[in-house]
């Protein structure tokens, strides 16, 4: 505190994006791709949720897990891919420091969701094909609301402390993150404190929260063969996973 160049810049009112940085000359090309996702993803979720919705042939769980699904990948790109397309478009960079914790807020917070309804589209399946017979009795419509709150609850309450943690710590270095959204670790590298907190909690919701749910969903299959053959078929997907939320650059934080 009694560093003047550091209560200069400590919790700074705005950060800068630098979208995809080396690549910024191609931005205008690579936005027709991102562009056309984006599209394409608004129109096809919006799609399952109508058809669900008008036709009463679908009106069963497996549908409603389904359109929870598609609610989530709508805020899941909306939360990013408008900010990252203006990067592209208009060059907009700047975002505010309250806005990058929303959008940070929401990135976690959906991910975990769809991870827990990956998982009960799995019990879902596994019901209607080892207790068909019991299928309507044990997957009643209030199971199934119970089964979402419970997902909707879990999700934002272990997606709180990544911003409220990110609001903590001081910043004093620079406000530029290098990458077109607020990406957690990319912004917890730009404080200057300890912030291992900030990346053992991140570790640990990628282990116990997604980690967990693929593990449920294996342990859920009946025979020592099944499971065997889908640690097999699952342990490439189980590298998406790992890959997409950057557990190599949490440890890179963790142990630098
Ligand atoms: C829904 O959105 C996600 C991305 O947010 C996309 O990957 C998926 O293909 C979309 N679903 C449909 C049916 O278009």
Redesign the pocket.
């Known amino acids: 505190m009694s560093d003047s160049n550091t209560t200069d810049f400590t919790n700074p009112s705005t950060f800068i994006l630098l979208g995809i940085p080396g690549l910024e000359l191609a931005h205008i090309w690579l936005s027709i791709p991102f562009c056309t996702?984006?599209a394409?993803?608004?129109?096809?979720?919006f799609?399952?949720l109508f058809i669900v919705k008008w036709e009463s042939s679908v009106h069963e769980p497996m549908y409603y897990f389904l359109c929870m699904?598609?609610v989530s990948?709508?805020v899941?790109?909306t939360a990013t891919m408008p900010k990252m397309l203006n990067i592209f478009w208009f060059n907009s960079r700047e975002i505010d420091f309250s806005a990058c914790l929303t959008q940070m807020y929401f990135i976690h917070c959906f991910s975990a969701m769809e991870s827990g309804i990956l998982v009960a589209l799995a019990l879902d399946r596994y019901v209607a094909i080892c207790h068909l017979l019991r299928y309507s009795t044990i997957l009643t419509n209030s199971v199934v609301a119970k089964i979402g709150l419970a997902l909707v609850l879990r999700s934002s309450i272990l997606a709180l402390p990544y911003p409220f943690l990110v609001r903590r710590w001081p910043y004093c270095r620079t406000n530029i993150i290098p990458h077109s959204y607020c990406e957690h670790i990319a912004v917890v590298k730009l404080a200057c404190a300890d912030t291992r907190l900030s990346s053992y909690y991140g570790l640990f919701i990628l282990f116990s929260v997604i980690g967990l749910d693929i593990l449920k969903v294996i342990f859920s299959l009946l025979t020592k063969d099944a499971q065997l053959k889908t640690f097999g078929t699952c342990g490439s997907h189980l590298c998406a996973i790992l890959d997409q939320t950057h557990p190599g650059q949490a440890a890179k934080a963790l142990f630098s």
């Open positions: 996702m984006y394409i993803a608004i129109l096809g979720n799609s399952i699904l598609a990948d709508l899941l790109s």
